[in-house]
C-alpha cells in the first residue's frame, strides 16, 4: 500500500515552521467514515461558525461545495485539481467553488459553482449544512463550506478552463498515518498551524485541508 507522500504540488512553507502535533484522531474510531447516514448526520448537525472581524466583513465572500458520496471504500468526497494555467491557486486541490455573486445565496454560489467546474448534477444534490467558515488573509476571501450529499458516486466532468482533475477521496484514505501532518508556520500574520495530506500523486493542504480535517473530526468525534 505504501507510496505516498503526495505529487508535485509545491507547500510555500517559510524558513520559520516546526511540526505540529499527531493527528487528532490518531486513537478514535474511525468506522464511522464507512457509514454515509452516520458522517451525514454528524455533519449536518453541526453549527458553523462564523468569523465577526473587520477582515472578515472586507473579504470577498466565496463559496464551496463539499459533495459526499457513498463509495466503494465508504464515504469519498469530490475535489478538483486546478488547471495549471489559472492565476491564483494553480494547481493546487480544492473544491468546486468561487465568489458569490450579487444576486445569489452562498448555496447557489456552491451549487453554480460545482456545476461549472465538474458538471456536478445539482439537481440530486441534498444541502445539508454548512462548516465553520474560513477567512484567508492572503487572498482576502471570506469562504463558506457548503455541504451536499449524493446518494450515487456521480460521473463528472472537469471544465477545460478551469479543472485539471477531478478526485473522488475516501474519507478513510486521509486517515492513513503516513497521509495527514500538521505544521506550525511563523508569518506576518502570525502563527499559523497548517494541514497538510499527501497522497499517492497529490498534496492537499491550505483551506481545502482544514475543511477537511473539520470533517473528519466530526464524523469521529473528536
Do not use: C
Not at 473544491?95 to 439537481?123: C, K, N, T, Y
Not at 478513510?172 to 497548517?194: C, I, K, Q, S
Amino acid at each position: 500500500m505504501p507510496k505516498r507522500p503526495g505529487g508535485s504540488q509545491r507547500i510555500p512553507r517559510p524558513a520559520d515552521w516546526k511540526p505540529g502535533g499527531p493527528a487528532p484522531w490518531l486513537v478514535a474510531d474511525l468506522s464511522a467514515l464507512r457509514s454515509f447516514d452516520t458522517v451525514v448526520s454528524r455533519l449536518s448537525a453541526h453549527s458553523a461558525r462564523s468569523i465577526d472581524t473587520e477582515a472578515a466583513q472586507q473579504a470577498r465572500p466565496s463559496a464551496v461545495l463539499v459533495t459526499l458520496h457513498p463509495g466503494t471504500d465508504g464515504v469519498e468526497v469530490v475535489l478538483t485539481k486546478r488547471a495549471s494555467h489559472l492565476k491564483n491557486h494553480r494547481g493546487e486541490i480544492a473544491f468546486p467553488g468561487g465568489r458569490v455573486e450579487a444576486d445569489e445565496s452562498i448555496r447557489e454560489a456552491a451549487l453554480r459553482e460545482a456545476v461549472e467546474e465538474v458538471a456536478m448534477p445539482s439537481h440530486d444534490v441534498s444541502v445539508v449544512g454548512e462548516l465553520d467558515h474560513i477567512l484567508t488573509i492572503v487572498s482576502s476571501s471570506y469562504i463558506v463550506p457548503i455541504v451536499g450529499t449524493l446518494g450515487y458516486r456521480p460521473q463528472l466532468t472537469a471544465s477545460e478552463n478551469e479543472v485539471e482533475r477531478v478526485l473522488h477521496v475516501p474519507l478513510a484514505d486521509l486517515t492513513r498515518a503516513d497521509t495527514f501532518r500538521e505544521e506550525h508556520w511563523a508569518t506576518p500574520y502570525g502563527e499559523m498551524n497548517v494541514y497538510i495530506y499527501h497522497l499517492d500523486d497529490e498534496t492537499i493542504w491550505g483551506a481545502t485541508a482544514r475543511v477537511l480535517t473539520q470533517i473528519i473530526r466530526l464524523s469521529v468525534g473528536v
